[in-house]
């Protein structure tokens, strides 16, 4: 790549491009998890990165998520820069005691002196008829934990930057991609480093009648939902969370301030979620009668995600469905 | 066959003569006593203060399990790493970590090891190896796994340390641990204090034998078990084992058999509260002291007097007296430690 040339990517291939960087130029980085020396468990995301840097940096472990991110927190507070990757979030589970006990609590618990700065990369991968155990979004508990940075980037651009901003960033980071995401085309600059803590919500697109917030797979359906209103003639903005703890609110406030109304879209469950967190922040920043009409969430519903294709259709929210529900508000 | 049950090693009215010293280097043992004697009584006078109500938080302490972690750090180095759980006071004070800084932290006070933000069971000194101790039991052992596996990445020939008890071994996060420290070559050591109880319930209750070695059997890990209150005798496998994963060996295994002279935690025997922990054993368990048994050979063998050992306690007496009077009138956080250290500072990002 000569520097200043744009070069075209996929979600997924400027992932590999965030780990190709950030091993090519840092020593102390490496990765591990399971499924990273086969095509099946990340898609094209990682592929042939063993290859290129070697086994012993690009590890394929065993089935032992515990230990495996456990051993991640404990490589970062050796001084190094270690990427844990679960293909799977719902598999992850097994690791809450080493993210949320272990890697969000070591700097505070000892006075700001140890710093675990794992990355844990989460994938959502569902859809499929994979059901309830194959399926989750849960970026709304990680985002519960003081300490840990969570991380869920909707767009080409922040999926390489993104990520490399969280292997570098000190602090234990979980960083939410989304399969549903891969094929999303974009040409890219070359890497310009970010620094994770200096980044928040960002406005992709603009416009007077409406916000909407969200984020991950949920922005990218937000984005087609405004084009779709656009031949309403109604113009939107969209505000993408990115980072959705510690949550920067100044972006989100301003936009309500402007349009008045707020829709909150999530690929989370309604309880206690990313979308309840923000319109709870949204109402307690504004004054009565700021907002023209009630907030709206639209989430997954408070329920496992089914099998059927029926039911399935019926469970993940579609740009369709945040339109339609954009033209009653407005109604 | 000691991976299958530890046998005499768990018979409390075995053991109790003074230990063998031949071979031993006579200073070496001088300065594993005074250790061992330092550290039991901090932990003696942490136990008054508690019972005085002069410390807020819980405190589990080790005394009768001193000479495991004197004798493991015996071939330690200050860039090893080492990892403790709820139990590690010994542990951190077998590296050289200042006494004061640990009562300042127990009393929660700015000048403790974490910043009086830990306590007790969060314990950190990480320019003297200690990298830290948490009480969610095994919680830390994968944490060591990875510290030795960065220490390979690094190509340097430093070791992690993992300092666990008997109940560990039955946390799934622990057995994933062995297996992941073998396959990838770890150079870290797990040390199994046994000491047959975790908090109220003996060992008996909880497997399916008293050795938890067999599940470096069952690894494909070197391992030893030792008399875990002799020190000469941890200090020598810790050595060994130490050795070969500082030589590329992998991961070593080191089961020390031990017992608590006090309770789960705080400062009282607690002999009604465990199930199957009697007065009687409790008994033979303080006659099998290590530090006695150490101290009686170290006096027969012409190494130490019954004169030293008065001086060397009233020395510490005072001196802990005097560090817990500075801690004690050390500066408590400030208010913005709650929210200060949650997350590196962006200057520091």
Known sequence: MVDGERVEYTYATAIRAAFEYVLDRYPETFVMGQGLWSPWYVGDSMTDLDKKFGAHRVIDTPVSESACTGAGVGAALAGMKPIVVHPRIDFMLYAMDAIV??????????????????TVRAIINRGGEQGAQHSQALHAWFAHVP??????????????????????????????????????????????ELTLADEGPRLLATGNDLTFVASGFSTHLALCAMEELRGSGVSCDVVDLRVLNPMDRGPILE????????????????????????????????????????PVRITLPDAPAPTSRVLEEAYYPSSQAIASAALRLLD | MKWRSLGALADPSRYQDPLDLRGQDPSVLRSQLRAMVSIRMTEQHLAEKRRDGLIGGPVHLGIGQEAVAVGVSECLRQSDMVFGAHRSHSHLLALGSSVHRLFAEILGKDTGLSRGMGGSMHLWDQPRGFYGSVPIV?????????????????????????????????????????????????????????????????????????????????????????????VTEVAAAAARLVESARGGGGPGFLEAVTFRWL????????????????????????????????ESAMVTAGHWSATQGETLRSDLKQQIVALWKQAMSDPWPEAKALMDFVYTRREGA
């Open chain 1, 101 to 118: 006990n272990q890697a969000a609590k070591w700097s505070h618990m000892f006075g700001g002196q140890a710093h675990p700065g794992v």
């Open chain 1, 147 to 192: 300490g840990l940075r969570v991380v869920m980037p909707a767009t080409v651009a922040d999926a390489r930057d993104l990520l490399i901003a969280s292997v570098l960033c000190p602090d234990p980071v979980v960083f939410f991609d989304d399969r549903w995401l891969y094929d999303s085309v974009d040409s890219l600059p070359p890497v310009q």
């Open chain 1, 255 to 294: 936009s309500v301030m402007k349009t008045g109304r707020v829709i909150v879209i999530d690929g989370g469950w309604r309880t206690c979620g990313i979308s309840a967190e923000v319109l709870a922040m949204v109402s307690e920043s504004l004054a009565p009668g700021d907002l023209r009409c009630a």
């Open chain 2, 138 to 230: 095994g919680g830390t052992v994968p944490l060591a796994v990875g510290a030795g596996l960065a220490a390979k990445l690094k190509g340097v020939d430093d070791v992690a340390v993992s300092y666990c008890g008997d109940g560990a071994m039955e946390e799934g996060a622990v057995q994933e641990s062995l297996n992941l420290a073998r396959v990838l070559e770890v150079p870290v050591l797990f040390v199994v204090e046994n000491n047959l109880f975790a908090s109220h319930m003996h060992i008996s209750l909880r497997q399916s034998s008293n050795a938890t070695s067999r599940f470096a059997v069952a690894n494909d890990i070197p391992y030893e078990v030792v008399d875990g209150n002799d």
């Open chain 2, 263 to 294: 309770g789960h935690v705080d400062w009282r025997a607690d002999v009604d509260v465990g199930v199957a922990r009697s007065d009687d054993d409790l008994a033979k368990w303080r006659a099998r002291d290590p530090i006695a048994r150490l």
